[in-house]
């Protein structure tokens, strides 16, 4: 699969558009540079998921679907997903660039979104629901290769829609950092 640029990577610009699907994932406040050079990579996560997907889906295999689970439960709880690894410690040095921008509550979000969703693939495989388990199996793919060809994220946009913009989210975040790093006063 070939995975283009959205952006001017030559200039390190990037175009409104992305900019906007890039911060409703949760990526804000990063300056043009930087989401030009790490953007395209953010799509790695979602590709692998997808063929990982389309692999359990074609097999009818509950066991290879259940076990994309833990690696997409993983992007839910913490500040990057597991295959964001094969960028961070292998690609990024080869191409001298940026580490990958840590997950925020959109993007995690979307994560949990796709546990739930393999979770009940698998289970609609397991039970011998095998048009269920194609059904779901189908439409998590398409929701993965979504991210992976125009860097909107599907579940990302409906958590904006439900708990408000990302914005606000990452200023909690960074609310939160700015307490943990505040010294402690003596009791």
């Given at each position: 699969m070939?995975?283009?640029?959205p952006?001017?990577?030559?200039?390190?610009?990037?175009?409104?558009?992305?900019?906007?699907?890039?911060?409703a994932?949760?990526?804000?406040?990063?300056?043009?540079?930087?989401?030009?050079?790490?953007?395209?990579w953010?799509?790695?996560?979602?590709?692998?998921c997808a063929?990982?997907?389309?692999?359990?889906?074609?097999?009818?295999?509950?066991?290879v679907?259940?076990?994309?689970?833990?690696?997409?439960?993983?992007?839910a709880m913490?500040?990057?997903?597991?295959?964001?690894?094969i960028?961070?410690?292998?690609?990024?040095h080869?191409?001298?660039?940026?580490?990958?921008?840590?997950?925020?509550?959109p993007?995690r979000f979307?994560?949990g979104?796709?546990?739930?969703?393999?979770a009940a693939?698998?289970?609609?495989?397991?039970?011998?629901?095998?048009?269920?388990?194609?059904?779901l199996?189908?439409?998590?793919?398409?929701?993965?290769?979504?991210?992976?060809?125009?860097d909107?994220?599907i579940?990302s946009?409906?958590?904006?829609?439900?708990?408000?913009?990302p914005?606000?989210?990452?200023?909690?975040?960074?609310?939160?950092?700015?307490?943990?790093?505040?010294?402690?006063?003596?009791?």
């Amino acid at each position: 699969m070939l995975i283009t640029a959205p952006a001017d990577t030559t200039r390190g610009t990037v175009s409104p558009v992305t900019r906007r699907r890039l911060e409703a994932q949760g990526f804000v406040g990063f300056d043009d540079a930087t989401l030009a050079e790490t953007g395209p990579w953010l799509r790695l996560a979602p590709a692998f998921c997808a063929a990982w997907t389309a692999a359990g889906t074609a097999r009818r295999s509950s066991a290879v679907i259940w076990a994309l689970m833990p690696f997409a439960a993983l992007g839910a709880m913490r500040r990057g997903h597991p295959f964001d690894a094969i960028y961070n410690h292998g690609i990024r040095h080869l191409l001298g660039t940026k580490r990958l921008p840590p997950y925020n509550p959109p993007r995690r979000f979307a994560c949990g979104v796709a546990t739930v969703w393999l979770a009940a693939t698998g289970w609609a495989f397991h039970a011998g629901a095998t048009k269920v388990g194609y059904g779901l199996g189908a439409g998590l793919v398409l929701a993965a290769l979504v991210p992976t060809t125009t860097d909107f994220c599907i579940p990302s946009f409906f958590y904006g829609l439900l708990f408000g913009k990302p914005g606000r989210c990452v200023l909690k975040v960074r609310a939160r950092e700015r307490q943990s790093e505040a010294p402690l006063s003596p009791p």
